[in-house]
């Protein structure tokens, strides 16, 4: 059973900087693509960026370039996401998701609060 959590979150202020961690068990890591999506107060869900399954490629939403990164850790089955530059418009609680064989698992999420 795939199963994602997250971890890392927590209060910053604005400026500042994060590192998200999402550890996956129960599949073999370096063989799926990996997403972070973030869904803030009273929103929808947004994609915030996703890393291919061998790290060569990453993507991101227009409104987080330049700022965040994406990266990943087969060694540790662990994908990162290093916030740089926080604004208050980038609070939100912070997902990790994959799409195993067509199933896709969520973690539980974690809270990130950027204060101005």
């Known amino acids: 059973q795939v199963q994602l959590v997250e971890s890392g979150g927590g209060l910053v202020q604005v400026g500042g900087s994060l590192r998200l961690s999402c550890a996956a068990t129960?599949?073999?890591?370096?063989?799926?693509?990996m997403t972070w999506v973030r869904q803030a107060p009273g929103k929808q869900r947004e994609w915030v960026a996703t890393?291919?399954?061998?790290?060569?490629?990453?993507n991101y939403a227009d409104s987080v370039k330049g700022r965040f990164t994406i990266s990943r850790d087969g060694g540790k089955n662990t994908m990162y996401l290093q916030m740089n530059r926080l604004k208050p418009e980038d609070t939100a609680v912070y997902y990790c998701?994959?799409?195993?064989?067509?199933?896709?698992?969520w973690g539980q999420g974690t809270q990130v609060t950027v204060s101005s």
């Open positions: 890393i291919t399954s061998t790290g060569n490629t990453r």
């Open positions: 129960g599949l073999t890591f370096n063989m799926y693509a």
């Open positions: 998701n994959i799409v195993v064989r067509g199933s896709s698992t």
